[in-house]
């Protein structure tokens, strides 16, 4: 069963954008942080990408100064702006999203669907 809705793949150019989304169910308590991770054909799942509830960023060396991941808070809505793309970001992205459900004080891995950029001429 999906937890968190992606949206935004396809085909993009190398040189070109795109923007994908990941949108958490309106019913969670808090998010304490968002991943964006990809994997590609044959590969392992790679982390590109975070961003914690207090806004600090973090991201992989192959996206560093391309990728921007970021949040609306109150859409409960991540983002993952790729910009210069490259044939090698062709891969699954997944997002993930470490939430409270609850005002206690137990977390819980919640994770997209997975969707496919395939980046090509």
């Known amino acids: 069963q999906v937890q968190l809705v992606e949206s935004g793949g396809g085909l993009g150019q190398p040189g070109g954008s795109l923007r994908l989304s990941c949108a958490a169910p309106g019913s969670i308590f808090s998010i304490h942080s968002i991943h964006w991770y990809r994997q590609a054909p044959g590969k392992h799942l790679e982390l590109g990408a975070t961003i914690t509830s207090g806004g600090t960023t973090n991201y992989a060396d192959s996206v560093q100064g391309r990728f921007t991941i970021s949040r609306d808070n109150g859409k409960n809505t991540a983002y993952l702006q790729m910009n210069s793309l490259q044939p090698e970001d062709t891969a699954v992205y997944y997002c993930?999203?470490?939430?409270?459900?609850?005002?206690?004080?137990?977390?819980?891995?919640?994770w997209g669907q997975g969707t496919q950029v395939t980046v090509s001429s």
């Open positions: 993930k999203m470490v939430v409270r459900t609850t005002p206690g004080p137990f977390v819980k891995d919640y």
